[in-house]
């Protein structure tokens, strides 16, 4: 549910500052500020996502909290992304907690900051069903406090580098890999960009929304990685500032095609939403206004 929540939001803000009403510019007060740092489990802390006792032997590749900040001089709102299994209500409760008591330069109360997970099935179990039997949480305290402290620590660090920005977005598809296991004839092969500019026109922040598991690596593995995730986010590279990877809806099983489940399987993968988003982003669409609008309901 939270999850939902969060990629509705998400979508909200986009289709919001698409409204087409007189063109804003970075005069007019919209600011953007990012930041990320690594999430990497222990040894021995258990990975969630496959079988029970599945304990990490090491990292193949970084898992991320990132984050951004956007702030049109009134108003603001923070999308946070972690490389893990799922966020739970309690550690986004907490996330937002810990984040909007470190800001103190602009206005962000805790519900304006959603958070969300890439889905990864390498990451450590933060919802706590994958422990070393089915009696057992395997929700290992240490990490899941340090999981708020450093989500948390990225928004308040976002908010300190806030600079004048314009956004700009694109469309493409990433057709090939992605397959509906539940429905095969139902599937959305989209990708959206949303790309936040300085007023030099360098790339400050990308987010990247395409719907798929990051699940070609399976249960016998215990690196913990990001998956196919890991590899977008190197290819992304190829751009100056900091890519945020926002998951679709997967919850019909959307996942990719896993002939092997190798490393370099989700190298191939990763690189080729890589490339993909890199292409569209040679030919994007200004938005036209960049006001911040945030509703908000409980039930």
């Known amino acids: 549910m939270n999850k939902t929540l969060a990629l509705l939001l998400f979508g909200f803000l986009v289709l919001q500052l698409c409204a087409i009403v007189p063109p804003a510019s970075a005069a007019d007060g919209l600011q953007v500020g990012v930041a990320s740092a690594t999430i990497n489990p222990l040894k021995g802390t258990f990975l969630g996502g496959y079988d029970y006792n599945r304990r990490s032997t090491g990292v193949h590749d970084d898992l991320f909290a990132k984050a951004v900040v956007f702030y049109d001089g009134e108003s603001a709102v923070a999308l946070v992304v972690l490389d893990s299994l799922s966020v739970q209500y309690d550690t986004t409760q907490a996330i937002r907690a810990a984040a909007s008591g470190a800001v103190t330069r602009i206005p962000l109360p805790p519900e304006r900051i959603i958070v969300q997970s890439t889905h990864a099935h390498c990451a450590p179990d933060t919802i706590g069903i994958y422990g070393p039997d089915q009696m057992t949480t395997g929700r290992v305290p240490e990490y899941m406090e340090r999981l708020v402290s450093t989500a948390a620590a990225q928004v308040a660090r976002a908010v300190e580098v806030l600079q004048p920005a314009r956004l700009v977005h694109t469309r493409t598809e990433c057709v090939g890999w992605a397959v509906n296991d539940s429905e095969p004839a139902i599937l959305d092969n ?105 509703a908000r309901k409980i039930f």
């Not at 990708?191 to 990247?208: F, N, P, R």
């Not at 990763?270 to 988003?277: F, R, S, W």
């Open 190 to 294: 989209s990708v959206t960009v949303l790309q936040c500019l300085d007023a030099e026109g360098k790339s400050i922040a990308t987010l990247t929304n395409f719907a798929c598991h990051p699940t070609v690596l399976d249960g016998d593995t215990t690196l913990s990685s990001a998956d196919w995730v890991g590899s977008f986010y190197a290819t992304m590279a190829a751009l100056p500032g900091e890519h945020l990877f926002l998951q679709g809806a997967v919850g019909c099983w959307i996942q990719p095609e896993t002939p092997e489940r190798t490393f370099a399987l989700a190298k191939k993968y990763g690189e080729d939403l890589g490339k993909k988003t890199l292409a569209a982003l040679e030919n994007t669409t200004p938005l036209t206004d960049t006001k911040i609008r945030f």
